[in-house]
């Protein structure tokens, strides 16, 4: 059974940091790419920031370009998300997602395995 857990969710003021997490149990993240997803308040699921197979390259929506790392640690099966200087519009349920079908990195429906999401809450 494949279980995605996010952590490291809060309230913060904007321009403050956060570090997300997800442990991933019954699939090794490092066969396919991961990433995280976002869903603000009344909107629909939006992709964040991607990482390859490889690990070493990344991709990020312009939204947070700059401002947000995507990183993995193959041994720990763990996915991160550093957040840095956070906005207000920031502010969303945040999930990450495992096992990447072929196909544009930041579609949520190219991939196979959820987490529940942890609640990220930025005030201005």
């Known amino acids: 059974q494949v279980q995605l857990v996010e952590s490291g969710g809060g309230s913060v003021q904007a321009g403050g940091s956060l570090r997300l997490s997800c442990a991933v149990s019954?699939?090794?993240?490092?066969?396919?790419?991961v990433g995280w997803f976002r869903q603000p308040p009344g909107k629909e699921r939006e992709g964040v920031a991607a990482?390859?197979?490889?690990?070493?390259?990344?991709f990020y929506a312009d939204a947070v370009k700059g401002r947000f790392t995507i990183s993995r640690d193959n041994a720990k099966n763990t996915l991160y998300l550093q957040m840095n200087s956070l906005k207000p519009e920031d502010t969303a349920v945040y999930y990450c997602?495992?096992?990447?079908?072929?196909?544009?990195?930041?579609?949520?429906?190219?991939?196979?395995?959820w987490g529940q999401g942890t609640q990220v809450t930025v005030s201005s």
């Open positions: 019954g699939y090794s993240i490092s066969r396919n790419g």
């Open positions: 997602a495992a096992d990447r079908r072929p196909g544009y990195v930041l579609r949520a429906e190219n991939y196979n395995y």
């Open positions: 990482i390859f197979i490889g690990g070493t390259s990344t």
